[in-house]
Every structure is written in C-alpha cells, then in structure tokens.
C-alpha cells in the first residue's frame, strides 16, 4: 500500500511539473561580422504562429539565464522569448558594447548582431514579422538605450531595467525616430546612479541622471500627458513603493513610463514588482 502510495505521489509530481515547465528550450546561434553570437528561444507549450517576440539581455559580466522574468508572462500570454549571450569586451567579461570607457577600440556592432538574431529568431520561429520587443537589465538596459538611439526597424519598443544613457549617445547620436520606452529604476542604486555620473566617478564612462535620459524620450515622442501613480511594494511596507510616471499623448501615440522604485537598489526589482508583467503591459500596447 506505502509503495502505491509512493507510486501515485511521484506521478502526480511529475504531472505537475510538466505543467509548469510545458515550454521548451532550443539553443541557437548565427554568425554576424564573423563572429558566432549564441542564444537561447523559449518556446511556450502551444505556442501560435505569428505569436510576438520578447528579446531579454542580460548585465555586465553575467550570461544566458534560462529562467528570467519574462518566461513567466511568456506562458500566460503567448509569446516567445530570445536570450542572447553577449561577447567577451577588451575586459574578457561578456557584455554589450555600449561605448564604456573601457570599452573603447571594441569593434563589436551589437546593435547589428541584435537586430539579425530577431530576424532569424522571427522566421524559424514563425513569428510576427513587426511584434519584436527588447529589454535588459543594466548593461543590458544601456542597449536598450542604444537601440532606441539608433533609429532601428526591428524592435517596436524597449523597456531598459536599472539601465542608463551614456553621455556620449546623447551628444553624439540623434534619434529621427520616436519609439515607445519603459524604464524601471531604484533611486538608491548605487552601480547604476539615479542622479547621473557625468563625472565618471563610477568608472563606467560619464552618463546622464535617469529623469533627463527619459525626459529625453518624452519630448522626442511628443507626449503632452504625465499621470503619477504611487503604489506599494509587493513586500508591503518591507519593501520598496513605486512611483509610476506615465507620459502619453501627443501626435506619435508612442508612450513613455518610468517607475521610480523608492530606495531600490540596482536589481530587477521583482522583489517590489511583478516586473515581467509589467514590462509585457507596456510592450502589448504597441501590438500589431
């Protein structure tokens, strides 16, 4: 009887982790410049043609996380995920060239390698030639930045978490093109400073307070509204509340939304936000 028991709990076990991991993962790679950029697609169990596409980066020195924020709202809303892997810099730690001071004389065209890796995500996979989404956290949230900046076709919006504006993009590069943006941000983070680095105290090279590198994005996509909304953190009065900016109208219909995360550090910041969700909200406004 103990053995039928046993028995019947182990398969009920593993019908419930079936269902909670019915996606599949598929490793995947192409060359661009001559060079082998990997990647990894997570594919939603019943996953429908011409669903969208959600590209995650990762941050400085880190790599491919199999299980990161967005596989969570990939299951329930029907989209795949990419997660590249960035290559090592002149530093040998793998990242996004996104013109660091120590990054200087890399060659690496990573917003080229992005947009190629979609595309080629896109087809094989089936899925919608324009629903093509980016975000990333810190370094990963700078390309983001970088992306927008660069007047792009292959992703509708980005949504860059603890990331920032180097100085040099906004003096050197201007966007012709308006494109929606969302950035999560924790005021105390201290890699990643609220306040700027225009001094380049940190070493990562000078770059602009979070409020001027959004502000930036709402007067190129022409909003005229602000809404403020303050919630509270999902840990309650332990956590972090969130102060959510949303900058709408205007001739473009090209959002804005910056969550200011009071005293959050440089994180993701799931601990004080369903931060996945949230990003997915913002991205199936832009649905086509």
């Known amino acids: 009887m103990n053995h039928f028991r ?13 269902e909670v991991n019915a996606g599949q993962y598929v490793e995947d790679s192409i060359k661009v410049d001559g060079k082998m950029r990997k990647f990894v697609m997570y594919l939603p169990d019943g996953l429908q043609a011409d669903a969208p596409l959600v590209v995650v980066l990762h941050g400085y020195g880190a790599g491919i996380r199999r299980e990161n924020i967005m596989i969570g709202p990939a299951d329930r809303h029907g989209f795949a995920v990419c997660i590249p892997q960035g290559l090592k810099d002149p530093q040998g730690e793998p990242s996004w060239n996104v013109g660091y001071s120590f990054q200087q004389g ?3 065209d990573d917003v080229k390698a992005l947009c190629e890796i979609a595309r080629y995500a896109r087809k094989r996979h089936h899925l919608h030639r324009r629903n093509i989404f980016l975000t990333g956290m810190s370094n990963g949230g700078e390309m983001c930045y970088l992306m927008a900046y660069s007047n792009q076709y292959t992703f509708r919006a980005v949504a860059p978490i603890a990331g920032l504006t180097m100085q040099w993009m906004y003096e050197q590069m201007e966007a012709t093109r308006p494109i929606p943006l969302m950035e999560i941000h924790g005021t105390e983070d201290r890699v990643s400073e609220w306040t700027g680095d225009l001094e380049n105290k940190g070493g990562w090279g000078a770059y602009l307070p979070v409020p001027v590198a959004v502000g930036y994005w709402v007067a190129k996509n022409r909003c005229t509204n602000e809404e403020i909304e303050r919630v509270e953190s999902l840990k309650g009065s332990e956590g972090h509340p969130i102060i959510k900016h949303r900058y709408s109208g205007g001739p473009t219909h090209c959002d804005v939304w910056l969550y200011e995360v009071i005293g959050g550090v440089h994180s993701w910041h799931t601990d004080d936000i369903d931060t996945g969700e949230e990003i997915w909200q913002f991205f199936s406004r832009y649905l086509k």
Do not use: G, N, P, Q
């Not at 046993?6 to 079936?18: G, H, I, W």
């Open 6 to 18: 046993t028995l019947l709990l182990a398969m009920l076990l593993s019908l419930f982790f079936v």
């Open 106 to 108: 890399w060659k690496v």
